[in-house]
């Protein structure tokens, strides 16, 4: 029998694609621009303030006091900006302070000072070094640490858990004899904190190699405001109150509005940023590696592909990982960072009444619903990657009634529905987008393993779900999202015809009936039983006739009404293996939008203007 063919690495295993950071950024960290009190003078000799040192040291010390920000995550948590040191401890302030005579064994006080502030070639700088010593009022001390070998790559240093309250150093896995030697440990312990608070990281995208932060317990994340953010369920209810659908950036996590400081990220043209500068900061519940690693390798892969087929701006971008290891959570937190959305899809239908009826929109909707379907076919060829690369024996197999491959059962995005497209807005006059997110392999297996345990969960109270979720022997596969997708175009089309009103509440009533497990659902389909006790799925009749009514209003374009005759006969097929492919489908809005393009006429005019 021929050996197995080990499997490819995937996600944080996988290093030509991720890129394990543990220096917090440093490497990335060249300069930092907008700086123009922190260069070097052409001449190489800096002019010092006439100015009593001590006096400086106190002044110093005052303002790093005023400037530090408290982290976000963390209130117990201070951070000093890269930006805000270099302007607070200028080289002409070094200079003035190496001219006291604790500095006498070092006669070039020019050259010292540039040491200090940029380093050599064998020497790295001290100017963090510095800035710890002025605020714990030990900045004489400066020549003794240097003497002693330490340098800014020292830092930060981290208190020992051996009782003794000293601090080591990581860089140089050792323990300074000058730090350790003072002799109230509130100095060392003061020492350690501030040296985190001074190294918060650098966070930067690079396409070809994602950056994955290692960080330690001390280190502090740069970013503010912070708001903890929970979705909020509205039982019984598909809609809650205005931009009460808080932004779904995967399942089973924390998601944090935090905005990162200034000199603190590059993430160049990738993504979509927001015009107030917010992220979204995602926290797992899970502390297990391989939920991590599956989250992150669909989030890769799709981004991969959708970057080579341009949507990429349709799948939520990821733009950095972070691990800590914590002690207290019994395990390693790990973090994602996106950009921060305006709302879901469901937001916009609420914030853009204006649109509603305005035929210019449609040249917009042939766009976004275009490069949806690309952004869909992204996520379905990831899948096939990934389960390729990953050992899938430990997937879960779904209902034990159903006989599932795994390619049907883990091909798909498996959840899509308006609370899983992302609305962006960003700063004019580039055009709103939609993407979008919650695709993660993780979660989905997830979804797959609670259905095991009743498979009526599988659909219990989903309107958006496909017939073959509630058929005895539905096979569940990569068409179930076109369905899906088919029910959210119908909406959007809705709402854009006749308001938010006819989405909430006016089309949901309409179809709104007994389904198969006896709840009251508004699906797009209904189950009929054969005389021969066979399972039929149909599209409900109340779904034809809006699909009807909407064609025959008298705002219909020829626009929409194909729309409306694809996402009926192509879309909503009841029969999946009738139902469009994701190629097809591709094909189809590719021919709508390039209509709308080519002859405005096409979604200007009414069919009875024409």
């Not at 927001?274 to 992220?279: A, D, I, K, S």
């Not at 979720?469 to 369905?483: E, Q």
């Not at 308001?499 to 006896?518: H, K, M």
Request: aromatic share 10%; charged share 30%.
């Amino acid at each position: 029998m021929a050996p197995t063919a080990p499997k490819k690495r995937l996600g944080l295993d996988d290093p030509e694609r991720v890129r394990k950071i543990h220096d917090r950024g440093e490497g990335d960290l060249h300069t930092v621009s907008g700086q123009a009190s922190h260069q070097r003078p052409r001449s190489g000799r800096y002019e010092p303030i006439a100015v009593d040192v001590d006096h400086l040291l106190g002044v110093i010390g005052g303002e790093f006091d005023e400037s530090t920000q408290t982290s976000a995550l963390d209130t117990n948590k201070v951070y000093l900006s890269r930006p805000k040191l270099l302007e607070i401890l200028t080289p002409r302030r070094v200079r003035t302070i190496v001219g006291h005579p604790c500095f006498r064994d070092y006669p070039d006080k020019d050259r010292l000072t540039t040491e200090i502030c940029f380093g050599s070639k064998s020497k790295s700088p001290r100017l963090k070094l510095l800035a710890v010593l002025i605020v714990i009022e030990k900045a004489l001390d400066l020549p003794k640490h240097m003497r002693d070998g330490m340098d800014d790559r020292c830092l930060p240093m981290e208190m020992d858990s051996m009782g003794k309250r000293n601090i080591y150093c990581r860089w140089h896995k050792q323990y300074h004899a000058t730090i350790n030697g003072y002799n109230r440990p509130r100095y060392r312990m003061e020492f350690s904190s501030l040296s985190y608070s001074l190294t918060a990281p650098y966070i930067r995208y690079d396409k070809r190699q994602h950056s994955h932060y290692v960080l330690h317990p001390g280190d502090v994340f740069p970013m503010q405001v912070g708001k903890k953010v929970q979705k909020e369920e509205v039982p019984g209810s598909n809609f809650g109150g205005p931009m009460s659908t808080i932004p779904q950036y995967g399942g089973f996590s924390e998601v944090y509005q935090v905005q990162i400081e200034e000199g603190h990220y590059k993430f160049d043209n990738v993504g979509m940023r927001h015009p107030h500068g917010f992220f979204a900061l995602k926290k797992l519940n899970s502390h297990r590696r391989d939920d991590f690693n599956l989250e992150l390798a669909s989030l890769l892969f799709s981004m991969d592909q959708a970057s080579d087929q341009r949507a990429n701006n349709h799948l939520i971008q990821l733009l950095a990982t972070f691990e800590v290891s914590d002690s207290s959570a019994q395990g390693t937190c790990y973090y994602l960072l996106f950009d921060w959305a305006e709302g879901t899809l469901k937001d916009f239908w609420r914030v853009n009444s204006i649109l509603v009826g305005s035929r210019s929109h449609s040249i917009w909707m042939s766009q976004q619903f275009h490069e949806i379907c690309m952004a869909v076919q992204c996520v379905h060829n990831e899948r096939d990657r990934t389960l390729q690369k990953m050992d899938t024996s430990r997937l879960a197999k779904g209902p034990a009634e159903r006989t599932f491959t795994i390619n049907d059962l883990y091909g798909r995005h498996g959840d899509i529905k308006p609370d899983n497209f992302l609305w962006f807005q960003p700063a004019r006059p580039l055009p709103d987008i939609l993407a979008l997110s919650d695709f993660g392999l993780g979660k989905l297996h997830t979804q797959v393993s609670r259905s095991n345990q009743d498979p009526k969960n599988l659909a219990r109270t989903a309107t958006y779900v496909a017939p073959e979720f509630d058929l005895r022997n539905g096979m569940i596969s990569r068409a179930s999202d076109i369905f899906s997708l088919g029910c959210v175009f119908l909406e959007h089309t809705t709402w854009y015809m006749r308001g938010i009103d006819s989405v909430e509440n006016e089309f949901p009533a309409r179809r709104t009936e007994l389904d198969v497990y006896g709840f009251d659902a508004d699906k797009f389909f209904v189950i009929r039983k054969e005389p021969n006790g066979e399972q039929r799925p149909l599209l409900k009749p109340q779904v034809k006739d809006w699909i009807s009514e909407l064609q025959q209003d008298r705002s219909c374009t020829w626009y929409l009404y194909q729309l409306l005759e694809i996402i009926r006969d192509k879309m909503l097929e009841p029969d999946r293996e009738k139902r469009s492919s994701i190629t097809d489908l591709i094909d189809h809005m590719k021919k709508l939008r390039r209509a709308c393009e080519r002859d405005d006429s096409f979604y200007l005019k009414t069919i009875s203007e024409s």
